[in-house]
């Protein structure tokens, strides 16, 4: 099957600094494609590029088997989008923003349509209300309304959760997961929480300066045998030196405030566990660390300012 | 006073010693057959020729009631029309008391005619002089050049056919000064299109208008509520 | 184009703002024909002064519809370029401010399209201003004031027109001030490219305009003949020229004609070409720059 979207060596040099390096990546049919990475990195440049927002500076883009630059048109018909936080016509209703951006998008929508729409993204009741009357959320939630509505093949979201309160962001979860499932959308969908990227997406790419650090299915990224472990000793100075001298040395990535970090293969932990005993360190934990945010953490450079608040 | 020396700087032009009997009495003849027309009612086509006015021919109503009430009425638009064309109508011209100079002959488009000077006795009459030059064989005032205190000189040109009968013209041509015109360009803002203009010369402005009657209705009453 | 011209004009004519320059202008247009109502004659006395002593100036006469319509087009001069300026300077700026900019670029409209629909909407919208003045400034003039032969005092000629020769003028005056209106709205519409909030392109119209009316209106050896027959702006009055006609040569204005008519036609060709210019700039700008608001 032939992916969905196939990005080769996207560079995007903005007059003072280079947003996107030399970024490949590609997503598949029925995917949600998490796109992971701190403020900055590059990810909301990306999209627009996705996006014909932006013109990049070099490489290629291919949506649906065609060139984007050539077929620009043709591909928007299959596409919708939120862009970070999803501005509307203030001064229209939810109706009339949806009915606009429909006519737009090249469809006559019937009055059913759109109030399903609406239905759809819990709106249904204020359709008639100006949008300067709404909160954040249902502006968010009108902003996805608007995404949807000529029924595209793939759905980009840029921070969709942005500004939303906890019930909010559950209720983005569950309409990512209802597209994807039961309306067979593929989605990309970039976020800061990586909380609730871990719950929705199926593959993931991580980008850090404009350049890709990982991509792949969530199951592959946290590989067993890189596990991040988490050694917490009494003596972290003696824990140190033994580490040193022992077999275990290449596997330590960091000593963060006294605990020691290695990353190793999980089934190799009774191991550790040993050789630290018959070294005299005396151990108060040991943690396997699996979550994404300890992977993106690890490959990113967040951990950096990370350290720059705790020591 | 002011006669007096009126009449000695008109000494060297005159040939015949002042209040002759022949000007009078011709004067008289001329004055006989104006006073036929107790009033009519004329239509014509007003061409004015002003340097600072561009407007279009007028269609007019010129309304006349003796003694010497004239009025010129555009009813279809707006017409400007020249105070001294009323003043200086004929009727005024011969109105009241004046001295009677003959001041010879001249030629006028071929012609031969009488020139004769009227001074009225009147010395708060806006008349000042007035030069009339008459065709001796048709009675009929050709001509006439009138100096008035508040506007300057005037001169009016008659030309007669249908209604010589009556001493009407059928064509008047009135000259007279006119005061330098200009609106500042701020109030104004008009159009630039880029041609030249000539600038009319200061102080230099004379008017023409002239007058081609139609038609006349003679002596079938006029109302006193048209000169209003 | 019709869908999306239909879009762009129903979200200006949505928008309250929009209606202040219509509002302005019924106001201006209302207070001149009160005063000319109530104080016409001192008006008119004015622009006489020359006359009066050589001339009877049948005054009730000339302060009609006409005459009174003619007066406020004079006076609005200045005023409506900006209040073109007002909404076509936001057509761009202002989706960029409001952040909907990048929703519009995503749909599946080219940018060409899309910018050339918004200029004419701004076009449309400057058509519409321009009736509302006529049937404003001429139409209620005629009414107040009835009807008569029109007089038009110019810099060193006073010129009449007579009343059945008026109505085509004004047509066409109207019609060479929607060029010379949407000239500013192209303007207002090209800065509005550059900028990510409305009020930039909206003062800097005004200022252009502002500054360029007086170096068309200044009689400065050193400008007259290089900079100023390229100016747009001293081709902005050239509607006036419909009032101005020929002369036979003995005075007498000719009816039915226009004094220049070549000279007008040559002042629309630039105001087109500016227009020309202004969009297309814009149009190309537009299609190369990166929207990041």
Known sequence: MSPVIQVTHLTKHFRDHQAVNDLSFTVQPADVYGFLGQ?????STTIRMLLTLITPTAGEIEVFGMNLRTHRQEILRKVGAVIERPDLYKYLTAYENLSLFARMSGIKPAKS?????????????????????FSQGMKQRLGIATALIHDPDLVILDEPTNGLDPQ????????????????KKTLLVSSHLLSEMELIAT???IIDKGRKVAEGAVSTLFDPAGTIVELDTVDPDFTGAVLARSEWQPFLQERQAGKFLLKMDRNRIPDLTRDLVQGGVQVLALRPRHSLEDYFLSLTTANQHVDAFTN | MKKILFLFLLLPFLQVPAQTPDA?????????RLDQVNDYQATGIMKTNVSFLKV???????????????????????????????TVSLNNLLKGAYTTLDAGTDMLAGHKVKVIKLLPQDDNADLVLSTLYIDETRLLIVKARTTTRENGTYEVEMTYGKYIAYALPDKVVFTFNTKDYKLPKGITFDYDDGSKKTQPVAGASKGKVELDYSSYIINKGVPDSVFQ | MWTLLQIELFKIFRRPRTYIPFAAIAAMVLIIQLGLKFDGKSYLELMMSSLSDSFYIPYGMIMNGY??????????LIQVPLLVALVAGDVVAGEANMGTLRLLVIRPVSRTKLMLVKYGASVIYTVLLLVWMAVLALFLSMLLFGTNDMLIARNTVMEEIRRNDVLWRYIAAFGYATVALSTVAALAFLLSVFAENSIGPIVSTISIVIVLTILSEMRIP??????KPWLFTSHMLAWKGFFYSQSDGKGAALPGTVENLPAILRSLGVLLAYIAAFVTTAIWTFSKKDILS
């Open chain 2, 24 to 32: 009078a009495a011709l004067l008289q003849k001329v004055r006989a």
């Open chain 1, 168 to 183: 909010g962001i559950a209720d983005i979860r569950n309409l990512i997961l209802h597209l994807s499932s039961h309306r």
């Open chain 3, 222 to 227: 050193l400008y007259d003949n290089t900079i």
């Open chain 1, 113 to 133: 349509l759109l109030m399903q729409q609406l239905e759809l993204v819990g709106l249904a009741e204020r359709a008639h209300s100006p949008v300067n009357t």
């Open chain 1, 203 to 205: 593959r993931m790419l």
């Open chain 3, 67 to 76: 005459l009174v319509a003619f007066v406020i087009l004079n006076t609005l």
């Open chain 1, 39 to 43: 403020n900055g990195a590059g990810k």
């Open chain 2, 56 to 86: 279009p021919e007028a269609t007019v109503a010129v309304y006349f009631k003796r003694p010497d009430k004239l009025k010129i009425r555009n009813d279809k638009g707006i017409s400007l029309v020249p105070k001294g064309a009323v």
